[in-house]
Structures are given as C-alpha cells and as structure tokens.
DNA sequence: AATGAATGAGCCTTCATTCAT
DNA sequence: GATGAATGAAGGCTCATTCAT
C-alpha cells in the first residue's frame, strides 16, 4: 500500500492512479457504486484488476476518493465574495444559482464514451445514486460541501427575507431555490423525455438561471414579512445587466 | 411459466404472485433493482427461491410487473376535476402541488419493516432509483403517468401565465414547480441531514405544499404576459426576449 | 440454505451434502482448514463450487459440519463402564488407554487416496491442526469430547492415587498417560521417520498399549499417597534431590 | 539474487537479511507456513515487499533459512556430559527431561507482540505446524537435531533397562518419556483450556520436570529385565503377558 | 403446479512474485 | 543494489437461474 502517509508526494508513475480515480468517475457514474465493477474500472483504465487494492486498498476506498477529488470540483468559486455582505442579496442569490446551474450542467454534458467531454465531471450523477441509496461517503459530502452551501444560500435568503437563516420560512425557502436548480440535474433523465428540444447549451443554461433567480425573487417577496414590504413593489428589477 | 396470457384467470393460490409483487416493490424501492437480490424478495414473500422466475420468467419481468402495478397507485384523483376548467388556475395548482406532495409523501413515510404503512407505496423511491439509472420500465412510467401530470401541470400553468402549454416560459415554470415537490423526495437523504427537525407529519406536508404555492404564485405571477402587469407591481418579467 | 432448522430430517439427494462431509474430512484432515480450498472439497464431492455455501453456508460451516461429525465418531464406548466404579481403577486404565489408542490409530491407518481405508476417519489429524493453529471449532471438541475424557481419567487416575480428581499430581499423571498416547499420533511423521518399522497394526497397537499401561501403572504407584506405601516398597521419594 | 556463494561475506546492510529471518521465525511460529504472509513478514522487519525474494528466492527459501537456524538454537548443551557415560542413568535422564521441558517452555512463554521473550524461540511451534503438515524441512530437523536426541535418549534408556537402545522396549519407553514431555509443547491449545490454572513459570516447569522423571522412573524401573528385579522391590510388573 | 437442490458465471480481494527504475 | 509499482492466478462467496422431482 503506497499511501502511507504519502510524503513523498508522488514519484512519477502515479499517472496509474490518475487514470484509475478517472475512470472510476466514470463508471461509477454510470452505474453507481454497486453496480459497478472493479474489472470495468480496470479495464478502462488499462491496469491490472488488482491495481485497486493496491492504490486504494477496496473498491471503497477508491469510490472514497473519487468522492473526495469531486468535492474539490464541486468549487465554490465566488463564495467569498457572496458570504461577505459586500453584495445585495439578490445580486447574491442570482450569482449562486448561477453557479450551482452550471456546475452541474457542465458535468451533464459528459458524454458516455467521451470522458473528455466534462474535465472533473461525473459528480452530480454520483450524487443522484447516492439519492437513491446513500453510502457513507455521503455524509462526507454533505458536511464539506452541501451543508456550506446550505447555509450560504440561507444566509443571503435570510437577508431577503429579513428573517433568520434557520427561520423555518428560510428553509423552506431555500429547498424552493434549490429544489428548482437540482431538478435539472435529479430529474434529468425524465426531463429529457418530456423536453427534447431542452439542450443544455450555456445560452439554456443562462437562460435557466435567469428564470429560476427572477421567480425565485418574486416569491420571496412574496413571503417577505409584511413590514419590509415596502421595500417592494418598487423592486429595481435585477434583470441581467 | 403458468400465466402465459392467463386463460384461467388465477387458480387460488396466486396469491403467491401478489405477495412476491408486493415484497418485491418493498425491496426494489429501498435498494433498487441491482441491488435487489430475488432471495430477499421471495424470502420476505415467503415463496420458494424459483418463484420468481416461475411467476415472472425474470428478475426484470418482475420489475417490470411491479413498476405496472405502481403506475396504478400513481392515482390522479382530481385529475378530471383539474382538467376541466372549472377551477380556477390557481386553486387547480394548489391542488396538483397538494396531491403530488402527499402522495410522494405518504409513501416516503413507509418504514422498513412496517410494510403497510406506505399502502402501495415505494413506487416514489422506485423512481428516484430509475432517476440514477434508467431502466426499460421508466418510458412507460413516464408515458403514462409523468407525462400526463406535466402536460396536465402546463396547462393549468399556461392559464396562469396567459401563454400557451408548450411556451418556453410555461415549460420553465413548471419545471419550477414540480422541481420544488420532488425535491423533498428525491433529496431526502440529504434533507434529513440538512433539517432534522423535519418530520413529514400531515401538517408538515401541509405546510410545505402551502409554501410552495404561494412561492410559485407569486413566481408565476412575476412572469405574467405585461398585459396581466396591472395585477402586480411595475415588475418587468425579464423572460427571454 | 436448506438446513434452517432440519424438521424434515432429509429428503433424499442429500447424498450430496454427505459426499461433501466425507471429501471435507479427508482435504482437512490432510491440509487443515486455511489451506485447505473449497474447490479442492468440491471436486472430490463431484459437486458444484457453490455446493459448500448452499449446504453449509460458509468454508467454516462446513468445518463445524465435520468436527461436529467427527465428534460422534470419537465415541466413548465404555465411557458408563469406566464411570460406573463397578471396574477396579487399573482395568479402567487399560481399558481408557486402549480405547484413545485404538481409535487415534485407526484414523492413522487411512492413507491418502484411499479414502475408504479409515471409515469416518481423519478426526485425529484434524486435530493436530488444531494444535498447531486453534480454531474456534477446538472449543466445542474440548467441551463434548476431550473435556469429559480428561475427566473420566482423572477419576480413575484419582481413585489410583487416592488423591481428588483435580488434585495437581492427578492433573500431571493424567497429562503423563495422555502425553504417551497421544503422541502417536501427534509426532506420527517423525515416528514414521525415526522408527520406520513401526507399522500400526492391530496387534502392534495392542503392544503400544499395554506398553503404556504398565508404564503409567508403573509411574502411578510410585506417585500413590504415603499411606498406602504398604502396597509399594520403600517408595523412594521423588523429590529432586 | 546477490548472495549467490557469497563471495563477498556481506556487505553491511544485510542486516535486514537477519531482520529478516528473525520476523519470518516469528510469523512462521504463529501461523505456519502456509497461511504466513510474506508481507506480514516485511512488515515486521522493516523491509520491503520484494526483500524476501530477493534475499531467500523464495517463500520456501525463507523458511527454510528459518528452519536451518532454529536448529542451531534447538541447542544440545549437555549432549556431550550426558552421551559420556560418566553420569548415572537416571542423572541423565533428569537432565534430558528438564533440559527439553525448559527450551520448549522458554519458546512457548513467548508472548505476541513481544518478540524477545523468546529469544530465537518459535522453533517448537514451528515442530507443531510441521506434526500437522510436514515440509521438506521436516526431514533436515530430524536428521539433525530430533534423531540424535532421540538416539542418545535411546542409549540412557537402554542403560537403565539393561536392553540395546534399538530394543522395542527401549524405544517404546523412550516414546514414553518424549511423549510425557512433548505433549506440553504440542497439546498447548487444550491444555491450555482444561486446566487454566498451568501456567509455565520456572518453578511450574520444574515441578512437570521432576514429576515427569519419577514418574517415568518408575515406569522403567518396572520393565527392567528381570535381572535386574533386585534393585527394586518385588515390583510385579505387568508387562505383556 | 411448484419446490428444493444444484449450477456456473462473476465479483472482490489477497497473495507471491516480477520488473523497470 | 534495492525498491515501489504492477501482475496474474486463485480463493471464497453471492447471485440469478435451471432442472429433476
């Protein structure tokens, strides 16, 4: 077992591993974490069917770290930006939804066979299996990525709404934000039936985000507490500048 | 293989083939169809090992049998009710969000090992598994039952919005709605770890369904044709030009 | 898995099951339990590879089956004659000793490839596996096999020696007359080697143990309680000097 | 390979070639050949994966080196003092018999973990895995170290029974005394577990020692040759009839 | 009609060994 | 000279499926 500790960061022929966490991503985005096979993996990788063990000790071990290198894809580029209170809330808002909307399209347009297509892709289809069965590394990924997120988006909704971040309306809030966004995502197989003509091109994507930020900012104005609301009607609108 | 078109409607003790269906809908729902092994299922059915393949020549013929049966529980009571125009649009959305959600909801109440708590149940989970990975089966789900309820759903939309089912603008928002529902379906695992405290009690659900109603009212209302402006602020929908 | 709780004692093609005890026994027997591979038991069974974990759940399910076998065959024939005190303590003694030495021995006579030649055999060299590598399944023969056998000699030795049963000389005497005879049978490959004329015949078996019997006889006297020296000579201590 | 004939006596670094040998006495002792891993091996003695082919070819070759150096510690100290026949009989049957007790238990107190309470130790547990499954090795440990012992047994023996060390009595009676002995070196699992109380310290040894001899004794002493019958009382042996 | 026994493919993993560096 | 990476052969076990009864 190489990694040790890992000190000596890498000599050199580690490229093995690379394409092995590579091609787990993708097959275990294909097919999920049991219904994967470590021979697939292997094979695509073009290792050895004991090049798992050996670099990742179990299968488990490697589904952990193809995991753990998703959840540094999973960026959260501007959440410095939108945690500091330099920006208003719905500037704040449209910025994550945007982002949360093409960090997932992106990874959506991979093409099986074509692992180039979404560099560092696969992990929102990851998530869709660990939906419909969690593993453990779920919770890893809830608490270093998801559960920051949630609470970033409640923290700019509570702004909007003037309410806390764990206002019960604040919550359910941010799941009607959130639901919206990840519904392409979740639901995609669906979607696709039901809406051929919807390509995921960067202008639909756009174009997505726009309408689930204006409706989302008009039905939480509509939930806005009644003293604030005369902070609306008037409502500048935020159209894309 | 006795039913090959069932001239003789059922013997008596076909019995064994509705407790194997059940079961199997059990067992497929909370791990899916890979990972369900026929053991389970005829061990929780208490038939033989072969039964299944007796009853329904394969694993998958019984997938396929209990994804049928589920399109029948998938009931859309009020769908005639909705359909025809004498509910206004808004109350008619109230009531599709209302229905999705408690139906999607009671069957999520199912615990494990209390199989009738969720009678029928388990065709929600089915299908966030089908999400993960589509199967055969999935077309007909979608053909019979999420196609209609999303063409159904447009409809009363276009109503509300002033525009026709198939616009853009309708197809966004009911992706909006129905995106809202399913998301506490199809992200529970990680709901539950987000939030607790939330229990699906029926006052739960109505709350939700509640919320997600007005949300998207005033959403949609947002998005109205200008010549519906008069019913609310200045707001210039920013929908695609 | 069929034995759930055996009622039906056995249906008929259980043949199977047996043929598989037996040719378990011998590979065993031969190469104890780690080194020993269910193919191997399989194909002298002329069964499938999944026979073992069908019948007997597990490789160690199988082990237990045999040990457990085995412990039937360990029988202790005159166990109630030697209990009874109806026998004088030195008759007992040959009988015991005997008894251990015939049945070790005959397990000895099986040769390899000759699977017939020791009927129900290899219990003995399964348990020189034991010794050199303890399974969970030597606790269970300790307890219904060797456990009471120890016993029963530390009676008879006891009344030998007018001393309790669990006095520390009875222990040591019963480990003298034990030690002598089951060293046949533990040490038999540097036996076979340092006395190469030594073949396990009936009769020579019947040497070996009167051969011991008058030798613990022997060493049993000198060790008698002072008080009844009367039935010795002098009794030279056998203190260390 | 580099130690072809060795040419060059060692460099400096094949200190990890006796590291080495000492972990594989260890592991050997503990799990035997078969189920011993060459990596646990590297493991304990800080080397590499490969280090074990590389210093001994093989697997096999590593035990085997193991096997050649337990015989050198399986030391004979009183070899010369006692085949010289300025020692009574039964002086050098007392040394033999304690002299074999104490290396045995010295190797047995050996606990895991703590590789130096028995210096160069696991050379008896080695002898119990080769009793259940012998080896190549087997053969070289017989030739060197157990057949001179036990012809050197056979010669005390002989003394003290006025018979040929090759007499069939002789050499039962010598099966007797190493039996006595070995027995606790080879049942230790069970007795171990029959009598929880044993536990092996020098005085413990000692007083096995000490029983052992007097009891073996006066084993002997009841089958000298009838010659000899003067030395004892009338001792009515019950030799075979 | 329906079952218990049996099958063979295949999966994950481990292990001793080799090879390029 | 010596090591980390890689290999391929098994091994135990599970599973969906079939067959004789």
New binding site residues.
Partial sequence: M?PKDAPPPS?E?????SRLLEAAGEVFAEHGFQA????DICARAG?????????F????GLYDAVLKESLCVAGHDDVRRIAEQSLSPEIALRLMITGMLTRMSLNLLSKPGDPASGRGSWHVRIMAHEMAQPTAGLDRVIEQVIGPNYALMRQVLGRLLELPPDHETTRLCAHSVIGQVVHYAHARPVISRLWPDLNMSPERIHQIAEHITSFSLAGLRALQSPAGSSKQCSAPNQGKP
């Fill in positions: 190489p000599p022929q580690e490229i093995t591993r994967t096979t470590v021979r290792a050895n069917v004991a090049a798992v063990n050996y670099h000790r179990d299968k488990m």
